[in-house]
């Protein structure tokens, strides 16, 4: 494999460092490092294939206007779960829950 001698901020050293030796998914930098490239290269390829599929005519949306068109189904489909909730704790059928637990009815409806 070859071997590369770079230079990195005292930042992104630390960051690295505190990784591998707290979050233990990795033996050493150079994993950590060979898997961030991996990761870059995989959302490179993505982008690409993304790009390619918006130009080719067949989605007239930009990716923008897809994003904002998920952001605003992901807010119907919260709101729709947590509906029936909202009614019965107004009726007094059932107490009040947390944000989270509304948050984790939605994903799994």
């Given at each position: 494999m070859p071997r590369h001698s770079i230079t990195l901020t005292e930042g992104n050293d630390a960051w690295l460092k505190d990784h591998v030796e707290n979050v233990g998914d990795y033996a050493n930098k150079s994993e950590l490092v060979n898997d961030l490239i991996r990761s870059a290269r995989r959302a490179e390829a993505i982008n690409a294939k993304l790009a390619v599929a918006?130009?080719?005519?067949?989605?007239?949306?930009?990716?923008?206007?897809?994003?904002?068109?998920?952001?605003?189904?992901?807010?119907?489909?919260?709101?729709?779960?947590?509906?029936?909730?909202?009614?019965?704790?107004?009726?007094?059928?059932?107490?009040?829950?947390s944000y989270s637990s509304v948050m984790e009815r939605a994903r799994q409806a």
């Open positions: 918006e130009q080719s005519g067949f989605v007239k949306q930009s990716a923008d206007e897809m994003l904002a068109e998920f952001k605003l189904e992901m807010k119907r489909d919260i709101l729709a779960a947590a509906q029936p909730r909202a009614q019965q704790i107004d009726s007094g059928e059932v107490e009040p829950v």
